[in-house]
């Protein structure tokens, strides 16, 4: 099967639906995105993004009209956490609309600084916000990695044509 990228005459944004097929078919890491306060507030990504590693910069996208918007954007801190093999569950619940996303079926503390930090996951790293912008129907959120660390060896999770997919661990863990 082959595709054709050419653009000619006037240039139109594609459907929305054909994007969305042709995106299904890249593979991509699922890592959920928790902020503290009162009520922990958390939900799920694909988008996370490694800009740079100096300053360490990562970014992530958040949906506009969601309830998670609002407490990103006043956040001084959130923490990223990548979801390892095993993990679909909580990717399901954070992925979600709605719900008790810090229910009994979650297992999950709060960290030093009043982070949800979910248990059983591959990595945590704490991000400040550093910049946002509105696109399209997202913001774009741009933080510096304050804090990073490994939290098991196990293979990661990954989401690939609407589904989730677990990867083996590396044989070599400690790299």
Same mark, same amino acid.
């Given at each position: ?54 300053? =360490?910069?990562?970014?992530?996208? @958040? %949906? ?7 407490? $990103?954007?006043? #956040?001084?801190? !959130? ?19 709605g ?29 400040? =916000?550093?910049?946002?912008?509105? @696109? %399209?129907?997202?913001?774009?959120v741009?933080?510096? $990695?304050?804090? #990073?660390?490994? !939290? ?24």
């Amino acid at each position: 099967m082959s595709g054709d990228c050419d653009v000619a005459g006037p240039v139109r944004p594609e459907r929305a639906d054909l994007v969305r097929s042709v995106l299904r078919r890249h593979a991509k890491g699922v890592a959920v995105v928790t902020v503290g306060g009162e009520r922990p507030v958390g939900f799920c990504v694909t988008s996370l993004v490694s800009l740079s590693l100096d300053p =360490p910069l990562m970014s992530f996208t @958040v %949906g506009l009209r969601s309830a998670s918007w609002t407490a $990103v954007r006043d #956040a001084t801190w !959130v923490m990223v956490q990548l979801l390892a093999e095993g993990q679909e569950e909580v990717a399901r619940i954070f992925g979600g609309p709605g719900g008790a996303r810090f229910g009994p079926r979650t297992s999950w503390y709060r960290d030093p600084l009043g982070l949800p930090a979910l248990d059983g996951v591959l990595a945590r790293l704490v991000l400040t =916000p550093v910049s946002w912008r509105p @696109v %399209g129907d997202h913001a774009l959120v741009i933080g510096l $990695v304050v804090r #990073a660390g490994r !939290v098991s060896d196990a293979g990661p999770l990954v989401h690939h044509d609407g589904g989730f997919v677990a990867l083996p661990a590396p044989v070599d863990a400690a790299r």
